[in-house]
């Protein structure tokens, strides 16, 4: 595992996309994983500037998200789907074809949900998937719990997670209660994963996950410290209980 602190969000992000770019740059029609939330939001803009700038190629680029909110359209301005195309793709040359969000609308989305890990499987797997990490250790919508499910399904929010999610909505009733997420299986499963944590309200789970003692479900992140190829890139807010 690599953990990198950089001085603020902005060289959090810089970071994040430099080796995204470097992926590209290697393997041009890299599997991308996707995550939505604050935390990608500026490796997403420094990733825009390249293709702008430096013309970064995403042509070939394909895409798989993390998560949807369940019962939402992809045209609903709070969908994850309308997020990343608002976000992200419209900025850049990727095929819309090549990019994947799990849908909302499904009526069996744990039968969906493997179709979306084969989807996955059938196009050689995930080269690097990008996370945030909620401050209750959630990955995706992996909650804390007993037990934590391998493949994309169905699951219910916290009052946790809809507490922090509900700075998007009009009103804290108004968050969806259940998502579609990639299981810890589906994630575990990528080739390399960047972590990102920034700020203070991520102080507090970071320094708990990288005492790196033990693997919980109660910590769905403490899985990734047995994933062979982790990089997780904090600003200085985020790393100030990490012990070196
Ligand atoms: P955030 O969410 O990036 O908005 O902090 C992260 C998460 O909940 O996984």
Known sequence: MEILVEKDYKNMSKKAA????????????LILGLATGSTPIGTYEELIR???EEGLDFSKVTTFNLDEYYGLSPEDSQSYRYFMEDTLFKHINIKKENTHVPDGLVKEPNEYGKIYDKMIEEQGGIDIQILGIGRNGHIAFNEPDDELILST????LTEDTIEA??????SIDKVPTTAITMGLGTIMKAKKIILMANGKNKTEIMGELLKGEKVSTKLPASLLLLHPDVTIIMDEEAAELYKK
Do not use: V
Request: a positive charge; charged letters at 35%.
């Open 153 to 156: 399904h169905l699951t219910g």
């Open 165 to 170: 999610n509900s700075r998007f909505f009009d």
């Open 50 to 52: 390249m293709h702008k």
């Open 18 to 29: 430099f080796l995204i770019r470097e992926a590209i740059k290697e393997k041009p029609d």
